[in-house]
């Protein structure tokens, strides 16, 4: 008798601990904020969704994360002030727009032969943990990637030299100083202000990776393409440096974990999408493909060889090795390649 009813002494605990305080016995679930520049079609964006699908899968519903495409919570110039302040806990900055603020790692964007998206975004990732530039300080690092290689998109067709004299065409950072170098009439801004500018003619045009004629609908407007495959564009996404701090270790692993394979996908995405888009703008839009001569491609190049002899310099005064980066990229893109 003394036996059963202790039994269900228990079993009644059970019930009332379990039935009246479910909120105690289930952890709270995190919410994160994600802020990113440009329209949701386009690959900062579909990497986003991508990260947002894994993390909530790989935490079991722990975190959820809430995502701001198109500048709705921090537009490009705000994004990494805005997440060190806390506006957004997590945002994806394209490092061209602040060329200054992001010297080491935006020496990936001198002319410099990165082949792809895939080996240049390992290849930046590789950098970055190697140097752990005082940039990232205020911040949780929680990938890299980079855009393929850029070309010439333009309202009338590009096949010398000449025809870029004075053209104005946009382009930010590093692509920038290429267009200088070429002649052309360099337009800064960032990409998702691009659409309006090219739209009202600010611009005749633009210099970036490919796949942008398709999401951002450029071959409506640009019907040619001149394909120099010169450089490309670093990004990074970071998190608040104390959210990150407070992140219950499980979600600290899993975030850390997936920040070289979000490299590899992101860059791998881009790579395929370069390709649709080009196949895509020829067919739906009649856009010409203008390949320049191996000739013409050394004499286009040889314009660019001071770039690089210019940003050692201005590394070097800085206080950094810029000589030893420039040669690290060089050691790193081979052995990215061979992978
Ligand atoms: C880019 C930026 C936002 C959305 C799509 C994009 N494709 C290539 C870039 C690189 C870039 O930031 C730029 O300004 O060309």
């Not at 519903?61 to 198109?70: K, L, M, S």
Request: glycine share 6%.
């Amino acid at each position: 008798m003394k036996k059963i009813s202790l039994f269900f002494c228990v079993l009644a605990a059970v019930a009332l601990v379990s039935g009246t305080t479910p909120g105690t016995v289930q952890a709270k679930k995190l919410s994160l904020n994600y802020a990113n520049f440009p329209p949701a079609p386009t690959f900062p964006c579909v990497q986003m969704e991508r990260w947002k699908e894994q993390i909530e899968k790989r935490t079991d519903g722990a975190v959820a994360i809430n995502t701001f495409p198109g500048g709705t919570l921090l537009d490009a110039k705000d994004m990494m002030d805005g997440v060190i302040n806390g506006q957004a806990d997590i945002g994806c900055i394209c490092m061209a727009y602040q060329p200054g603020r992001f010297t080491v790692t935006n020496a990936t964007s001198l002319p410099l032969d990165i082949p792809d998206a895939k080996t240049g975004s390992l290849v930046l990732l590789d950098l970055y943990n190697k140097y752990q530039p005082k940039a990232f300080d205020k911040v949780k690092v929680l990938t890299m990637f980079v855009t393929a290689p850029a070309n010439i998109m333009s309202k009338a067709p590009v096949a010398e030299l000449s025809d870029l004299k004075g053209l104005d065409l946009r382009a930010s950072g590093g692509a920038a100083q290429i267009l200088k170098a070429w002649g052309a009439n360099q337009v800064g801004m960032p990409m998702s202000d691009t659409p309006e500018a090219l739209q009202k003619g600010v611009v005749k045009g633009l210099f970036s990776s490919l796949e942008v004629m398709k999401d951002l609908k450029f071959a409506e407007i640009c019907k040619y393409i001149t394909i120099t495959d010169t450089v490309i564009y670093p990004f990074a996404v970071i998190m608040n440096k104390s959210v990150w701090d407070n992140l219950p270790g499980h979600v600290k692993q899993v975030m850390d974990s997936m920040i070289e394979e979000q490299a590899a996908w992101t860059g791998e995405y881009m790579d395929q999408h370069v390709s649709d888009s080009i196949a895509w703008s020829k067919k739906e839009h009649q856009v010409e493909v203008i390949r320049l001569s191996p000739e013409k491609k050394a004499e286009w190049n040889a314009k660019l060889a001071p770039i690089t002899e210019n940003w050692i310099k201005t590394a070097e005064e800085k206080g950094l090795p810029g000589e030893q980066i420039v040669k690290d990229i060089k050691t790193l893109v081979v052995k990215r390649t061979a992978k």
